[in-house]
């Protein structure tokens, strides 16, 4: 159950319209501020649940009062949102730099790099794990904050290289397993990353295939499936 917060004077979050914030920071000092909230949420994230931090958290760690919060900001998840918003933007880059000039011809190989740069995305950036693979906000909330990666034209791109770069026809049915993939992948690495991390290579590796099987069949021996092992020569008796 969520945390209350008494300093947090928002509707429940199932009737929170989320916002990026109240005031476009337009101005070279508001623009510092508002960052100086976002960069001290993102590393109270690292430390802490999400579920925890309110409002007056972020003040301090931002070293400035909560009136100047709100001042930017409704409420506490309008600045997750935020946050999560300019994350999704700086992985759209990574994504189209990728898409863009990767030389992988196969399905499998673009799947592994794609893969590997949302987790070393998960990794490197302070609290987009955080909010990325969180648990405790409201289904609701999820999908809104989740439902922006929708507008990074990732989807689109993916789409993109698909028919372009490895020839497969956008079909219905495509579009379809492009969907699933999208959302077996959030699932997975939510998974992945609320196991012990000994057992993070293992499940990565799992997620791999099954994308690979999903969009493109089962392997092929040239695409470097197991063989079979010969049999054995008889040997005389």
Request: no cysteine.
């Amino acid at each position: 159950m969520r945390k209350a917060h008494k300093n947090d004077a928002a509707p429940p979050l199932q009737d929170v319209n989320l916002q990026t914030a109240r005031r476009q920071p337009v101005q070279a000092r508001t623009q510092r501020k508002v960052m100086q909230i976002l960069e001290a949420t993102a590393q109270l994230i690292e430390k802490m649940p999400l579920d925890d931090i309110s409002t007056s958290d972020i003040a301090k760690a931002a070293d400035i009062t909560t009136g100047t919060v709100y001042r930017f900001f409704p409420h506490r998840e309008a600045i997750f949102e935020s946050l999560l918003t300019r994350y999704l933007e700086k992985m759209r880059v990574h994504y189209e730099e990728i898409l863009t000039n990767s030389k992988a011809r196969t399905g499998p190989e673009i799947i592994t790099e794609v893969i590997d740069l949302q987790i070393r995305f998960m990794l490197t950036e302070p609290g987009f794990k955080g909010l990325w693979s969180n648990r405790e906000l409201t289904p609701q909330v999820l999908r809104r904050l989740r439902g922006q990666a929708n507008t990074a034209d990732i989807p689109a791109m993916a789409r993109t290289f698909m028919s372009d770069r490895l020839g497969v026809p956008l079909t219905e049915e495509t579009e379809r397993r492009l969907a699933i993939s999208a959302e077996i992948t959030n699932s997975l690495l939510v998974y992945a990353f609320h196991r012990p991390e000994g057992e993070r290579p293992g499940i990565i590796a799992e997620l791999k295939r099954l994308l690979t099987f999903l969009m493109f069949g089962p392997p092929t021996a040239t695409a470097g499936a197991p063989q079979k092992p010969s049999a054995k020569p008889k040997t005389g008796g």
